[in-house]
C-alpha cells in the first residue's frame, strides 16, 4: 500500500509539475484539429501522462473465475505526438504527425496471457515511433479536397477526433480500443470537403491483415504493421459524413469495408476466401456552455470468420500473431456526459465532473461451428473529474468498474490520474 501511496504521490507532482509549466500559456491558443487557418506553417502537437492503479491481475484467462485480486500500479507516456504542417501554396498543404507511443522504441520481454491457453513470454516492441500522418492536401474549394498519403481512418467517434483533450475519460474509450485500431491509420487517397452544415471524407487505403484478427480484440490487431511491406492487394473503402444543423449539435456516420485476405503474409492459403471487414458507426456529440454528452456505436461483420480462425491456428509461432478464434459479429457502444462550472472565463478554465457508460464484444455473434468466449463480453462504468486549466490543457481523474459477462467473472477497477494537452505551439 505504501509503494502504491508513493506512486501516486508522485504522479500527483508530476502532473502539479507540469500544470505550473503551463499554465502561463496564452488563453486563446488554438485546440488541434484539422483547421488550416494559418498562413504559412504551424508546429503542435498532443499526448498525455498516465497513472492507473488496479485492483485485478493482468491475467484474465488462466482461471476459472477471471481475473485474481491483486494491487498493482502503472505510470508512463501512453503517447506524445507532434504535428507540423506547411502551405506550399494557400492550396497546397503537407501535413505529418510522428506518435511517440510509450516513451520510443525498444525491446522487452511481455507475458502472452491470451492464445488459446498457451502461456509464453515473447519478444516485444516496449515503445513505438510511428508516423501516424503524413498527406499532401489539393485545395480545389472548400467544399472539394483531394488528399494523398498516411492518414487517418475516421470511423467511430474517436478516430475522427483522437487528441486526448476530446473525451472526458483518463484513456480513450474502451469500447472502440477493443473492437477496432485506435488511432486508424492507412496510406491511400481521400476526397473530403464541408459545404454548408455538412462535412464528408471518402477514401481509398490499404485494407487489413485477416492473420491479426483476434478473439479478444476482433480486427483491430489486423492493421499492417509487423511486416516491413504494407500491401494492398485487397484495399479498403472509409466513409465519414458529419452534420451540424441543429445548434450545438454534430451527427456523424461511418463506415468501412474491404477484403483482408490478399493483405496475408501468404495470401496462397486464403486465396479461396473474402474475408470481407464491414463496419458501420453512429456517433453524436452536444456541447453547450454547460453540458457536454457524447455517445457512438459500432457494429462489425467479418466473412469466412470460421475458415480465418482455422487457417490462423496453424500459423508459425515465430511470427507475434496471437492465433486465436475471431468472431463473425462484434458489437461495442457507450455514451458519457459532463457537466461543465465554469471558474475563470478569460483563462477559459473549468471543472467538469462526468460520467460514462460502454459496453463492448468482440466476439458479439460466432459463426456456426463456433463458440464465444464469454470473457470477452464486458461493460464498464467510469466516474471522474476533468480540471481544465484552459481548453488545450487538463488534469483528470477518474474511477472505473467493469463487469465480465455481466458479473459472472470477477469484476476489475481501476484508479486513474492524467495529465492531458494539445495545441499549436507556434505558427506563422
Not at 484539429?33 to 498562413?39: A, D, I, K, V
Not at 488511432?183 to 459545404?195: D, S
Not at 469466412?304 to 508459425?316: R, V
Request: overall charge neutral.
Amino acid at each position: 500500500m505504501k509503494q502504491v501511496l508513493k506512486s501516486i504521490a508522485s504522479s500527483v507532482s508530476l502532473v502539479l509539475l507540469c500544470c505550473l509549466l503551463s499554465y502561463g500559456q496564452e488563453k486563446k491558443e488554438e485546440q488541434k484539429s484539422g483547421e488550416q487557418n494559418f498562413s504559412k506553417y504551424r508546429f503542435g502537437g498532443y499526448g498525455e501522462i498516465l497513472f492507473q492503479n488496479m485492483d485485478y491481475g493482468p491475467d484474465r484467462y488462466n482461471y476459472s473465475n477471471g481475473a485474481q485480486p491483486d494491487n498493482r500500479s502503472l505510470i508512463g507516456l501512453p503517447r506524445a505526438v507532434f504535428s507540423f504542417d506547411y502551405k506550399f501554396r494557400s492550396d497546397l498543404i503537407f501535413s505529418t504527425e510522428v506518435e511517440f507511443e510509450h516513451g520510443g522504441t525498444g525491446s522487452a520481454l511481455e507475458l502472452e496471457y491470451e492464445e488459446a491457453g498457451e502461456y509464453e513470454m515473447e519478444m516485444e516492441k516496449a515503445g513505438e515511433v510511428v508516423l501516424e500522418q503524413l498527406h499532401f492536401t489539393k485545395v480545389f474549394t472548400p467544399a472539394f479536397q483531394v488528399r494523398i498519403g498516411h492518414m487517418i481512418v475516421p470511423v467511430g467517434q474517436s478516430n475522427a477526433r483522437h487528441e486526448s483533450i476530446r473525451y472526458l475519460g483518463t484513456s480513450r474509450p474502451e469500447s472502440e480500443t477493443n473492437i477496432i485500431p485506435l488511432t486508424w491509420h492507412e496510406t491511400g487517397i481521400a476526397l473530403l470537403g464541408n459545404y454548408r452544415k455538412w462535412s464528408y471524407q471518402l477514401m481509398v487505403v490499404n485494407g487489413l491483415d485477416a492473420n491479426g484478427f483476434t478473439s479478444a480484440y476482433w480486427v483491430r490487431e489486423g492493421k499492417q504493421g509487423i511486416f516491413e511491406d504494407t500491401k494492398m492487394t485487397d484495399p479498403a473503402f472509409a466513409l465519414r459524413i458529419e452534420n451540424n444543423n441543429i445548434r450545438n449539435l454534430r451527427l456523424s456516420l461511418s463506415g468501412y469495408s474491404g477484403k483482408s485476405t490478399g493483405n496475408t503474409a501468404k495470401p496462397i492459403n486464403m486465396e479461396h476466401l473474402d474475408g470481407r471487414v464491414s463496419i458501420l458507426s453512429g456517433d453524436f456529440e452536444f456541447n453547450n456552455k454547460r453540458i457536454i454528452a457524447r455517445g457512438n456505436v459500432i457494429y462489425g461483420y467479418l466473412s469466412d470468420s470460421y475458415e480465418i480462425s482455422a487457417i490462423n491456428k496453424t500459423i508459425s509461432k515465430n511470427i507475434q500473431y496471437t492465433r486465436t478464434p475471431v468472431a463473425q459479429n462484434a458489437l461495442a457502444y457507450g455514451a458519457e456526459v459532463g457537466y461543465i462550472f465554469p471558474l475563470h472565463r478569460e483563462q477559459g478554465s473549468s471543472i467538469i465532473p462526468f460520467a460514462r457508460y460502454e459496453y463492448y464484444n468482440p466476439m458479439e455473434q460466432m459463426a456456426k461451428g463456433m463458440h464465444a468466449d464469454n470473457r470477452f463480453r464486458r461493460d464498464a462504468f467510469t466516474f471522474g473529474l476533468n480540471y481544465y486549466l484552459m481548453p488545450t490543457l487538463a488534469v483528470k481523474a477518474d474511477y472505473s468498474h467493469r463487469r465480465i459477462d455481466s458479473g459472472a467473472y470477477n469484476n476489475e477497477n481501476t484508479f486513474a490520474l492524467a495529465l492531458v494537452y494539445t495545441g499549436w505551439f507556434f505558427q506563422k
